[in-house]
């Protein structure tokens, strides 16, 4: 799922983890072996968000889904993983202006 850069901000809000920026330099191989997907990591590795059923039309939802976990204590290396749903849910409120 690629969000906004509003989703962006609610989920990290949320979430606590960092996002990958589009210009970090492994974006293409993590596009290749995922798919196109705004990326977040945290102290527990690699995560994604899947879109959940709607919870009405006021808000959208996403679960969290890890990737890949830290391999190392310094957090530089990550072992992808099948995707595992955490069973974390990110609500998008919606923004008005």
């Known amino acids: 799922m690629k969000l906004t850069s509003e989703q962006v901000k609610q ?5 606590g983890a960092q996002v ?3 210009e970090h330099p492994a ?3 993590l596009n290749s072996m995922f798919g196109e ?3 977040f990591v945290d102290e527990m590795g690699l995560k994604v968000l899947e879109p959940t059923p709607s919870l009405g039309a ?3 939802t996403g679960e969290v889904v890890s990737l890949a976990d830290w391999s190392d204590a ?3 290396r990550l072992m992808a993983h099948e995707p595992e ?3 974390v849910i990110v609500v998008f409120e919606h923004v008005r202006h």
Request: net charge negative; charged share 20%; glycine share 4%.
């Open 11 to 15: 989920t990290v809000n949320q979430l």
């Open 20 to 22: 990958l920026p589009d």
């Open 27 to 29: 974006m293409p191989q």
């Open 37 to 39: 997907h705004t990326f």
């Open 58 to 60: 006021e808000r959208e």
């Open 74 to 76: 310094d957090l530089t």
């Open 85 to 87: 749903p955490t069973g």
